[in-house]
Structures are given as structure tokens and as C-alpha cells.
């Protein structure tokens, strides 16, 4: 796997203009759940530990250090997307008059 | 491998892993409202889950039963903390998350570059590189980030710890780090001096956030999650991985735009939140004249009458509504006030609570409609025309000391203007300072009374006198 140096890095200055992009559209009233989601996203580590720990001939280093590095991945993951769906649940906004509780907001 | 060959087709894993990333700036995307956040979770994780399923296709994964115990490891703790974590508690539970991550970076370097040594040849640059800075930097994270946890679990101090020397002791091992990267880069293989790059980053991760005190921690866990990006990044060059290196960038530069945030919210530049151990000195400073001004003290009888009667009220909630758990108290206390026709909003300083948005979370817990949580340039105009501004547990954010008073250590720091409102009304256990030690202008204002005791009994109250006021 010899990956093409430049395409790597086009890929990650574009990816990183984008985030800004994104990200500066978050209103502050959501940071908390940003910042749990981004931890849920950077459990794409999880992905480097896979690799490490499948590979055929890994041996006992790269196997402990690789099944702790998907084991924190996978926290990451599990742990980041479940808690910003529970903060997530919480923000509703406020009830029209007649309206029952838990509708949808209009928008 | 001859089964399903198709599936393991790089091109198609390649594809998947696109889809992926796609989903998760859609994800992003769908944070910019509350009302489809929800969804942009839910798109973001699908995201994952495809670029799990897509790696685990890959070729050169072939043994599944160790991949198996740590994914199951992992999933039972983090679906358990995720459900059993406290609203209050989500700053350790957002740092904890990040230094996990980045130790699993740092790991993954390890591995690799363990993996590669023995192999002939050497090994090419444009792997070498971002296999060090990712294992620095996810080094500097992991350990970085335990210590936030640490201080924000009060596990140790909140306060910042200095030692004579410690700036030096900082600067001697970012140089010995960097000199370490330049000469394994410089194609020295030693795994002994790889190890020592990793320990040395560990320490420094751990000196870098010892002299961070409690209140300065949005900006260092925004920081902190910058890190575990940037290095989740560097492991995707390693792993010459798109998915990897998309997802790294994105959270990088959440965190990174997140720092800058806190810190313009703060006025304070990153540098000087980790080297200038904010709050240490003066918490302990002399006492001035100001101690022995005198303050309008008043009883939640008198509080309630003005509540009660006025047309409009703001709350202003800091870190101390958390410590109390008075989030719901308030929102009784709210409920009241609009039955009789009050108009009640909350007034969200940038940096209130211990990490970004923090107090928004706690409030929407309580049944805070989002509509009512006001950002602070959004509401700052509204002060004028507010019957009452009722200030919980929040200090330093509104004292106008730093509008006016150019010696004081907090000027030119964006505040609310809860002076300004027709009646103040702080709710506070004592008229000890705040965290950063600065005497807090507003208590002695001509317009400001205070309600001394715990803010959730003091609201408690309140409630109780709304009802029969």
C-alpha cells in the first residue's frame, strides 16, 4: 500500500476546509453535543486498530497494543454517538399553545 | 479470500469508506439546528458503521477473534457510560473520551511502526513522519486529557500546580521531543528511541495541563479534542486510509475552531491559558477595600414580589447552578413566573459551565425549551428593557469590571450586561470571589440585592413565594 503522498494531503486540506465550513454553522447552544459527536467520529481510529490486530503475523505487541487500540476505538464510538443521542433527546423547543407535549416544533 | 473477492475489492472499500465520510459531513451538518441534530447523529453513526463493516472486508484483515473481544470490550463500556454519565458530569466524560482516542492513536503508531522495522528497507518517509507526530500527538492528548479528566472529576486539584522551573522543564522536553522525531525521521531506526519519543510526549502531555485551573477547561478540552483529531489524521497517512484522514481532519478542526471560540469568549489567547496558571496567585490575594463594601442582602420573600411582578426576567446560570443541580428548580421557578405572564429567557455566556455549551445541555435537561436559551450577543441588548436579572451561580461573566476597569485581570473579556438590567438579583453561597479570585463589581451595584445561600434551596424557595405572591 503505497498511498499517492499529495492525494493524501489535498484530501486532508479540502477535509479541513470543510470542517470549518461545517462546523462554524454550529450554534453554540449545541457545542457540548458537537464535541461528544466529534469524540464518536475520532473513534474512526478504531479503523487503524482493525487493521493492526488482523493483520496475518501480527505479533504479540502489535496484537495487545492493537485489540486495546480497537477497544478504545470502539469506547469511542459506542460511547461518543449514544451519549449525543441522549443529549440530543433533551433540546425541544418550546410548545405552541394546543400543541401536546413531545410534538415536533413547526418550523 | 476467494470469498466474496468482491466485497473485498479495495476500490469497493475505498467507495464505502467515501459514503462514510460523506455521512459524516452530512452528520456535522445537521448539528447546525436543534431540530435536525438528532438526525445528523444518527446519519454520522450509519457513517462509521459502514466504515467499519468496509475495513473489517479489507484484505489484510484476517484474524477477526481478537478484533472481536476488543470491539466487545469496548461497546459494553461505552454503552455503559454513555447511559450511567451525569449532564453535569459531560466534561470528563468529553475529555475521557478524548485521551481515549488518542492513546488509541498512539497505539496504532506504536504497532506500525513496530511492524515496519523489521522489514528491509527503509522505510519511506511519507509513512515515517505522520507515524511519529501521530504517536506525539496522540500521546500528548491521551495523558493531556487524563489529567483534565482528573480535575474535572476533582480527583486532584482544580486548581493550576506550578513548580519553579516547570516552564523550562516544558521547553526541555518539547525540544528533546522534536529532536527525537528529526532523528528517527532522518531514517535512524531504534524502537528504544521510539518508546522514549512516546514517554516524553506522555510527560509532556501531563505538564502541559497541570498549570490549567478548573474555569479555563473549555478551552483546554477544546484544544485537547483538536489533538485527538489532528493525530487521528496522521494515523490515516500512516495507514494511507481516506476515511481515517477526512473523519481526523474534521473533528481537528472542530476543535480547533472551538478553541479559538472559548478563547476570544474568554479574551484570552491559548498561550496564556496554559502557561500563565490563571487564578493561582490571586486567589489568595489580599484583602482590599472592596471586602468591606457593604451589599443589599434580602430574603426569596422580597426576591419573589420582585419576580413576580415584573414583565420580563432573564436568567443568568453559571457553573455553580450545575454544582447545585439547580437546573430543574429553575425550570419550576420559570413555569411559575410564565403562568402569570412573565416573559423568562436565559442568558448563555460562551464559556459558562466547564466546557463549550455546557449550561445549554443542562438546562434543555430540564425541560429548557431551546428557543429560551439566548446566546450573549443575541440577549445583551435585552438588558435594558429586563425588569429582572436573576444571576445563578455565575461570576466572573458578569462583572462589569470588565468593561470598565482597565487594571482589572478580566478586561476587555466579552460579558453580559446583567448591570444594566432594572433590578439584579445573585443568587450565591457567599460573597467569596469567584473562581479567577476578582472581586465581582456587580454585587455593589446600585441596582443589585443579594440572596445569599445554596442556589437550588434559594430557587426552591423562590418557588414557593411565586405561587403564593
Same mark, same amino acid.
Do not use: W
Given at each position: 500500500m503505497s498511498g499517492d503522498l499529495i492525494t493524501e494531503i489535498t484530501v486532508f486540506v479540502l477535509a479541513v476546509f470543510v470542517g470549518f465550513e461545517v462546523i462554524s454553522k454550529v450554534p453554540t447552544m449545541l457545542h457540548t453535543p458537537l464535541m461528544s459527536g466529534t469524540n464518536a467520529i475520532h473513534g474512526i481510529v478504531l479503523l487503524g486498530g482493525l487493521i493492526v490486530v488482523g493483520a496475518e503475523g501480527a505479533d504479540t505487541l502489535s496484537k495487545i497494543a492493537g485489540t486495546v487500540a480497537v477497544a478504545f476505538g470502539t469506547i469511542n464510538i459506542v460511547g461518543g454517538f449514544l451519549v449525543t443521542d441522549r443529549m440530543l433527546e433533551m433540546f425541544k423547543g418550546r410548545k405552541k399553545p394546543g400543541e401536546k407535549p413531545g410534538e415536533k416544533d413547526a418550523p | 479470500m476467494i470469498v466474496g473477492s468482491f466485497l473485498r475489492d479495495i476500490d469497493f472499500i475505498n467507495s464505502a469508506y467515501l459514503v462514510a465520510s460523506v455521512l459524516f459531513i452530512l452528520g456535522i451538518r445537521g448539528l447546525s439546528h436543534p431540530r435536525t441534530a438528532r438526525q445528523g447523529n444518527i446519519l454520522a453513526s450509519i457513517g462509521m458503521l459502514i466504515a467499519v463493516v468496509a475495513t473489517l472486508l479489507h484484505p489484510d484483515v484476517e484474524n477477526y477473534g481478537l478484533i472481536a473481544v476488543g470491539i466487545a470490550i469496548g461497546a459494553v463500556i461505552g454503552a455503559v457510560s454513555a447511559r450511567a454519565v451525569k449532564m453535569t458530569a459531560m466534561p470528563q466524560m468529553v475529555a475521557l473520551f478524548n485521551g481515549v482516542g488518542g492513546g488509541a492513536v498512539a497505539l496504532v503508531a506504536l504497532s506500525e511502526y513496530h511492524e515496519l522495522i523489521p522489514e528491509p528497507g527503509e522505510i519511506p518517509l511519507e509513512t515515517l513522519l505522520p507515524t511519529l507526530l501521530a504517536c506525539v500527538i496522540g500521546a500528548v492528548s491521551f495523558s493531556g486529557s487524563l489529567i483534565a479528566f482528573a480535575k474535572l472529576q476533582e480527583l486532584m486539584t482544580g486548581r493550576p500546580i506550578v513548580f519553579p522551573g516547570n516552564q523550562f522543564v516544558n521547553g526541555?522536553?518539547?525540544? =528533546?521531543?522534536?529532536?527525537?522525531?528529526?532523528?528517527?525521521?532522518?531514517?535512524?531506526?531504534?524502537?528504544?528511541?521510539?518508546?522514549?519519543?512516546?514517554?516524553?510526549?506522555?510527560?509532556?502531555?501531563?505538564?502541559?495541563?497541570?498549570?490549567? =485551573?478548573? $474555569?479555563?477547561?473549555?478551552?483546554?478540552?477544546?484544544?485537547? @479534542?483538536?489533538?485527538? =483529531?489532528?493525530?487521528? %489524521?496522521?494515523?490515516?497517512?500512516?495507514?494511507?486510509?481516506?476515511?481515517?484522514?477526512?473523519?481526523?481532519?474534521?473533528?481537528?478542526?472542530?476543535?480547533?475552531?472551538?478553541?479559538?471560540?472559548?478563547?476570544?469568549?474568554?479574551?484570552?489567547?491559548?498561550?496564556?491559558?496554559?502557561?500563565? $496558571?490563571?487564578?493561582?496567585?490571586?486567589?489568595?490575594?489580599?484583602?482590599?477595600?472592596?471586602?468591606?463594601? +457593604?451589599?443589599?442582602?434580602?430574603?426569596?420573600?422580597?426576591?419573589?414580589?420582585?419576580?413576580?411582578?415584573?414583565?420580563?426576567?432573564?436568567?443568568?446560570?453559571?457553573?455553580?447552578?450545575?454544582?447545585? /443541580?439547580? /437546573?430543574?428548580? &429553575?425550570?419550576?421557578?420559570?413555569?411559575?413566573?410564565?403562568?402569570?405572564?412573565?416573559?423568562?429567557?436565559?442568558?448563555?455566556? +460562551?464559556?459558562?459551565?466547564?466546557?463549550?455549551?455546557?449550561? @445549554?445541555?443542562?438546562?434543555?435537561? %430540564?425541560?429548557?425549551?431551546?428557543? $429560551?436559551?439566548?446566546?450573549?450577543?443575541?440577549?445583551?441588548?435585552?438588558?435594558? /428593557?429586563?425588569? &429582572? #436579572?436573576?444571576?445563578?451561580?455565575? @461570576?466572573?461573566?458578569?462583572?462589569?469590571? #470588565?468593561?470598565?476597569?482597565?487594571?482589572?485581570?478580566?478586561?476587555?473579556?466579552?460579558?453580559?450586561?446583567?448591570?444594566?438590567?432594572? /433590578?439584579?438579583?445573585?443568587?450565591?453561597?457567599?460573597? @467569596?470571589?469567584?473562581?479567577?479570585?476578582?472581586?465581582?463589581?456587580?454585587?455593589?451595584?446600585?441596582?443589585?440585592?443579594?440572596?445569599? =445561600?445554596?442556589?437550588?434551596?434559594?430557587?426552591?424557595?423562590?418557588?414557593?413565594?411565586?405561587?403564593?405572591?
Open positions: - | 526541555a522536553l518539547v525540544l =528533546g521531543i522534536v529532536g527525537l522525531i528529526f532523528y528517527l525521521a532522518t531514517g535512524e531506526e531504534s524502537e528504544g528511541l521510539f518508546v522514549l519519543m512516546l514517554c516524553a510526549a506522555l510527560v509532556f502531555g501531563v505538564l502541559l495541563i497541570i498549570p490549567v =485551573g478548573g $474555569a479555563d477547561m473549555p478551552v483546554v478540552i477544546s484544544m485537547l @479534542n483538536a489533538f485527538t =483529531g489532528l493525530s487521528a %489524521a496522521g494515523a490515516g497517512f500512516v495507514l494511507d486510509n481516506n476515511s481515517l484522514i477526512i473523519a481526523g481532519s474534521l473533528v481537528g478542526s472542530s476543535g480547533t475552531l472551538l478553541t479559538i471560540l472559548m478563547g476570544r469568549a474568554m479574551n484570552r489567547s491559548l498561550s496564556n491559558v496554559l502557561f500563565s $496558571a490563571f487564578g493561582s496567585a490571586v486567589a489568595a490575594g489580599p484583602a482590599g477595600e472592596a471586602e468591606t463594601r +457593604p451589599v443589599k442582602d434580602v430574603t426569596p420573600a422580597d426576591v419573589a414580589t420582585m419576580l413576580a411582578y415584573a414583565d420580563k426576567v432573564i436568567v443568568v446560570p453559571g457553573y455553580g447552578l450545575a454544582v447545585a /443541580q439547580a /437546573q430543574h428548580s &429553575v425550570r419550576e421557578l420559570a413555569d411559575e413566573l410564565e403562568k402569570r405572564g412573565v416573559e423568562v429567557n436565559y442568558a448563555i455566556h +460562551p464559556v459558562a459551565g466547564r466546557m463549550p455549551g455546557h449550561m @445549554n445541555v443542562l438546562l434543555a435537561e %430540564a425541560d429548557v425549551p431551546y428557543d $429560551a436559551l439566548k446566546e450573549m450577543d443575541e440577549i445583551n441588548p435585552d438588558f435594558p /428593557q429586563t425588569d &429582572v #436579572a436573576l444571576v445563578i451561580g455565575a @461570576n466572573d461573566v458578569t462583572n462589569p469590571a #470588565a468593561r470598565s476597569n482597565e487594571s482589572s485581570p478580566i478586561y476587555g473579556m466579552p460579558i453580559l450586561d446583567v448591570d444594566k438590567a432594572h /433590578q439584579v438579583v445573585v443568587l450565591k453561597r457567599s460573597m @467569596n470571589p469567584g473562581f479567577a479570585g476578582i472581586e465581582n463589581e456587580l454585587y455593589y451595584g446600585e441596582n443589585t440585592v443579594m440572596l445569599f =445561600g445554596d442556589a437550588k434551596d434559594s430557587v426552591t424557595k423562590l418557588v414557593g413565594e411565586v405561587k403564593t405572591a
